[in-house]
């Protein structure tokens, strides 16, 4: 039986995954506006990337900027060798998740969730996607 090198292999596999293999997955990218002593401007990040993020004074200006620098911040981490996150897909999450909270905290919630009118589920839901 052959022998595999399993070494090359990875090493052949790793090229493949070039600065355009990453700067095509569909990373999560997210853009908000952002009012503070400097003015008005929006704010745009890459979730999964750490640390990737930009500014700019119109939303496509932030995508634009943010998508420079997750070219930079790619191109940096290829050329260490670092780890680079790739995107999960959406079916990987279940949309269930189990929170362990203190008594007081829960009592509170639901109580609010019963003042809205709401379950307390999309109270929570509500409160998390702020």
Same mark, same amino acid.
């Given at each position: 039986m052959p022998e595999i090198n399993t070494m090359s292999y990875l090493t052949e596999e790793k090229m493949k995954?070039?600065?355009?293999?990453?700067?095509?997955?569909p990373y999560t990218e997210m853009v908000q506006k952002i009012k503070d002593e400097s003015g008005e401007y929006y704010? =745009?990040?890459? *979730? /999964?990337?750490?640390?990737?993020?930009?500014?700019? !004074?119109?939303?496509?200006?932030?995508?634009?900027?943010?998508?420079?620098?997750?070219?930079?911040?790619? =191109?940096?981490? *290829? /050329?260490?060798?670092?780890?680079?996150?790739?995107? !999960?897909?959406?079916?990987e999450y279940s949309g269930r998740l189990n929170l362990r909270l203190p008594k007081s905290l829960h009592q509170r919630l639901a109580a609010e969730a019963e003042r809205e009118g709401v379950s307390l589920n999309q109270y929570m839901v509500m409160k998390l996607s702020r």
């Open positions: 995954k070039d600065l355009n293999y990453y700067l095509n997955l704010y =745009a990040q890459v *979730l /999964e990337l750490d640390g990737c993020q930009s500014d700019g !004074k119109t939303v496509p200006e932030a995508l634009n900027n943010v998508h420079e620098a997750m070219e930079g911040y790619i =191109a940096a981490k *290829l /050329e260490y060798g670092d780890h680079i996150p790739e995107p !999960k897909s959406p079916n």
